[in-house]
């Protein structure tokens, strides 16, 4: 079985090479692209104030975070979670820096970018000329927002695994495997669901727009040439 790990942070700002630091954690645990229910989660203090614009993203002030731990105090536990698996992360390149500055400061070895999966990646490539935000993803495939009021960063991981799932071509849940190497068969630790049914994805104005102009640019395309049977001369005996 294949185990990786979707992860996510909140930071307050932007970019760590100027202060800036992580103020949340949350992991969670796929074995074959399925959550197992196992996740990490932690709220850090970042030791330095919160700027009002971060807090209007993702909910947190400097008083939410009073009294949590410092980041090395969590990091230990944060890497015994991920372990060796891949690391699957949504704009996966802003996590990665934030959590390799992180480590660098508590003086532990970064995570090499050879373990990174980055979803805002294969949507791009799946999607070209759409937009492929998370919001904008579960809108795609239908998945429910509603919770989703500011961006926390374990919400935001469980609505990525159901991005990626989808994404990764979706698959029918619920399904029991046995041997699952620790005595249980993959059936205890996923929780049924049901069988998957199909949807109509529906694009929007803007969408249908920005993929007519992304084919646009596209040079000689293969959907303008002739039908074969239409370029080819007529046969005469």
């Not at 996510?8 to 954690?25: C, F, Q, Y």
């Not at 230990?76 to 990665?96: M, P, Q, T, Y």
């Not at 669901?193 to 646009?216: I, S």
Request: contains cysteine; charged residues 25%; glycine residues 8%.
């Amino acid at each position: 079985m294949k185990r990786s790990v979707l992860f996510d942070t909140e930071t307050t700002g932007l970019d760590p090479a100027t202060g800036d630091r992580v103020i949340e954690i949350a992991a969670l645990e796929l074995i074959d692209d399925l959550p197992t229910g196992q996740h990490f989660h932690v709220l850090i203090d970042p030791e330095r104030d919160i700027p009002a614009e971060a807090t209007r993203v993702h909910g947190f002030s400097i008083e939410d975070l009073a009294g949590k731990p410092k980041f090395a105090d969590v990091a230990k536990g944060f890497l015994d979670f991920v372990g060796e698996s891949e690391l699957i992360a949504h704009n996966a390149r802003f996590d990665f820096n934030f959590i390799n500055h992180e480590l660098g400061w508590a003086k532990m070895p970064g995570l090499p970018l050879t373990r990174m999966v980055d979803t805002l990646e294969i949507a791009k490539a799946r999607f070209p000329g759409l937009p492929n935000s998370l919001d904008a993803l579960c809108r795609r495939f239908s998945i429910d927002l509603s919770a989703r009021t500011t961006h926390n960063a374990l919400l935001d991981c469980r609505l990525l695994a159901e991005v990626y799932l989808e994404l990764m071509g979706g698959r029918q849940r619920g399904l029991g495997f046995a041997g699952g190497g620790d005595g249980q068969s993959a059936a205890v630790r996923y929780a049924p669901v049901g069988a998957r049914t199909a949807r109509r994805v529906v694009a929007t104005e803007a969408e249908r727009a920005a993929h007519k102009a992304f084919l646009g640019k596209v040079t000689d395309p293969i959907w303008n040439a002739p039908d074969d049977d239409e370029a080819a001369p007529p046969v005469t005996n």
